[in-house]
């Protein structure tokens, strides 16, 4: 089929987001080796690309000590999406480990998922609400995969989502306007930046 040209809807990108950061956890979903860096079995070219920004965000989140969770993709040998993907985050492997530059903390949740939904037979759900949280602040890749798939979860259990677009990264740009249009228009998700996010001041 001939390529087809196609316009994004447009999507507000809000310039200035206050959190509260006793509610409002960070989740980094699915930067691990495999995805992230060179030698990796599903290569994200542009994920390298938002390590600053998920960078700045985690160092933000641990000043102001907010709840931070990760998703780690995690598989068994002959996991039924190696038929689909290829091989990879095989457990135990260099490229299922998270990257250095955000490795998790003693203290930080970890949430080894099987499947795109970071919440999909996991406690994430569980863990964020005894933390109390309410919003989540989501980030890492794959846009229209992991990303989409945790943030669509979480709104579905009316968590209020928040999208910095220079956090996230997609195989092509496609992948990843289409994702931040489902977040926002789907799941009424807030689609920022990493350098728009502020804390609320106490009353
Ligand atoms: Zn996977």
New binding site residues.
């Given amino acids: 089929m001939a390529e087809r040209m196609v316009v994004v809807p447009e999507y507000p990108v809000t310039e200035h987001v206050t959190i509260d950061p006793a509610r409002t956890a960070l989740l980094i979903v699915?930067m691990q080796n495999d995805f992230v860096k060179e030698g990796g079995k599903?290569v994200v070219p542009t994920a390298r690309e938002t390590l600053p920004a998920i960078r700045r965000l985690l160092e933000a989140a641990r000043q102001r000590g907010q709840f931070i969770a990760y998703t780690q993709?995690?598989?068994l040998p002959n996991?039924p999406?190696f038929p689909i993907?290829g091989e990879?985050?095989l457990i135990g492997s260099w490229g299922w480990e998270i990257v250095a530059e955000l490795a998790p903390q003693p203290g930080e949740l970890v949430i080894q998922k099987?499947?795109?939904d970071g919440f999909y037979g996991t406690s994430l759900d569980h863990d964020l609400r005894v933390a109390g949280v309410d919003t989540l602040i989501v980030t890492g890749t794959v846009a229209n995969i992991?990303v989409l798939h945790s943030a669509g979860s979480a709104a579905l259990r009316w968590f209020k989502v928040i999208v910095p677009k220079d956090a996230i990264s997609a195989l092509t740009e496609f992948d990843l306007e289409a994702a931040l249009r489902q977040i926002h228009f789907l799941y009424r998700g807030v689609i920022t930046t990493s350098h728009a996010l502020s804390v609320s001041q106490p009353a």
């Fill in positions: 699915d599903l993709d995690t598989h996991d999406e993907w990879h985050c099987r499947r795109y992991g």
